[in-house]
């Protein structure tokens, strides 16, 4: 099995490090990652642009490792066609220093890459976690190899798209997994002007998060219990799948691991 895993805050960053360990036992693992960091991009294509794509350090002596000089986007496009040559059967972004829930999977680069690895008829899945838990976590580790595993199943159909997000474990330990639909939030801009005489964009995520207000089953609701928050999404429109048979599997072998 061909195992394309990127990310979206360069190649050198941690979290992609800490999913690579997570599924090398399962294929050969090869990390195509933009050069520098990415975050916040969705899915941004370099179009009109020369791309340099390079050799780069790698943490595992059997894990080839790219870096490219664009997008998360970019990189799933040039590992998919140019590194791979087409020979992928599941591309994986993360594990995301962050949250990447509601409306925030939209910009979100990590999210991003596997929109795009999906849009090209392949199985893809994004990772992300609170800013503050340890990427490299034991449980983690085994949870998200248990995943990427019902991913690469040939029960689950090409371009399948899925969202995990694993909720904060540094002081209470992950109860379970469940299925979670994206939650309604506001979405705002800021401008940050600068002494230049430009201005610097901020996103501002609101999300509701008073418990009479919060919808149950949403992904924010659920990593608010403690549990990890898996959601299947149509490639072609990003509406939520409630139904879906390998999502069902995924939170099925989660739970195994945990217990």
Same mark, same amino acid.
């Given at each position: 099995?061909?195992?394309?895993?990127?990310?979206?805050?360069?190649?050198?960053?941690?979290?992609?490090?800490?999913? #690579?360990?997570?599924?090398?036992?399962?294929?050969?693992?090869?990390?195509?990652?933009?050069?520098?960091?990415?975050?916040?991009?969705?899915?941004?294509?370099?179009?009109?642009?020369?791309?340099?794509?390079?050799?780069?350090?790698?943490?595992?002596?059997?894990?080839?490792?790219?870096?490219?000089?664009?997008?998360?986007?970019?990189?799933?496009?040039?590992?998919?066609?140019?590194?791979?040559?087409?020979?992928?059967?599941?591309?994986?972004?993360?594990?995301?220093?962050?949250?990447?829930?509601?409306?925030?999977?939209?910009? !979100?680069?990590?999210?991003?890459?596997?929109?795009?690895?999906?849009?090209?008829?392949?199985?893809?899945?994004?990772?992300?976690?609170?800013?503050? /838990?340890?990427? /490299? $976590?034991?449980?983690?580790?085994?949870?998200?190899?248990?995943?990427?595993? +019902?991913?690469?199943?040939? +029960?689950?159909?090409?371009?399948?798209?899925?969202?995990?997000?694993?909720?904060?474990?540094?002081?209470?330990?992950?109860? !379970?997994?469940?299925?979670?639909?994206?939650? #309604?939030?506001?979405?705002?801009?800021?401008?940050?002007?600068?002494?230049?005489?430009?201005?610097?964009?901020? !996103?501002?995520?609101?999300?509701?998060?008073?418990?009479?207000?919060? +919808?149950?089953?949403? $992904?924010?609701?659920?990593?608010?219990?403690?549990?990890?928050?898996?959601?299947?999404?149509?490639?072609?429109?990003?509406?939520?799948?409630? $139904?879906?048979?390998?999502?069902?599997?995924?939170?099925?072998?989660?739970?195994?691991?945990?217990?």
């Amino acid at each position: 099995m061909n195992i394309l895993v990127t990310n979206d805050d360069g190649f050198d960053n941690p979290g992609v490090w800490a999913l #690579v360990n997570a599924v090398r036992h399962l294929g050969k693992v090869t990390v195509v990652a933009p050069a520098e960091n990415k975050s916040g991009v969705g899915t941004a294509i370099s179009f009109r642009q020369s791309l340099k794509i390079n050799s780069a350090p790698s943490r595992f002596d059997d894990v080839d490792c790219f870096a490219v000089s664009g997008t998360p986007a970019d990189s799933v496009i040039l590992g998919i066609e140019h590194v791979l040559n087409h020979d992928v059967d599941v591309v994986l972004s993360g594990i995301n220093p962050g949250f990447n829930t509601s409306r925030n999977m939209f910009i !979100s680069g990590t999210f991003g890459a596997a929109i795009v690895a999906a849009a090209k008829g392949y199985k893809a899945c994004a990772f992300s976690m609170d800013h503050g /838990d340890i990427l /490299d $976590d034991e449980v983690i580790a085994k949870v998200t190899g248990a995943i990427a595993a +019902e991913l690469l199943s040939e +029960e689950t159909p090409q371009a399948g798209l899925y969202n995990v997000n694993y909720p904060m474990f540094r002081y209470d330990p992950i109860l !379970s997994a469940e299925a979670a639909k994206p939650a #309604v939030s506001d979405f705002k801009m800021y401008l940050n002007p600068h002494s230049d005489g430009g201005f610097e964009v901020f !996103s501002g995520l609101q999300i509701v998060i008073d418990s009479e207000q919060l +919808e149950p089953g949403t $992904d924010v609701e659920v990593l608010t219990r403690d549990r990890i928050a898996i959601s299947a999404v149509e490639g072609p429109t990003l509406n939520y799948i409630h $139904d879906d048979p390998t999502m069902h599997r995924m939170i099925a072998a989660a739970n195994k691991v945990i217990g």
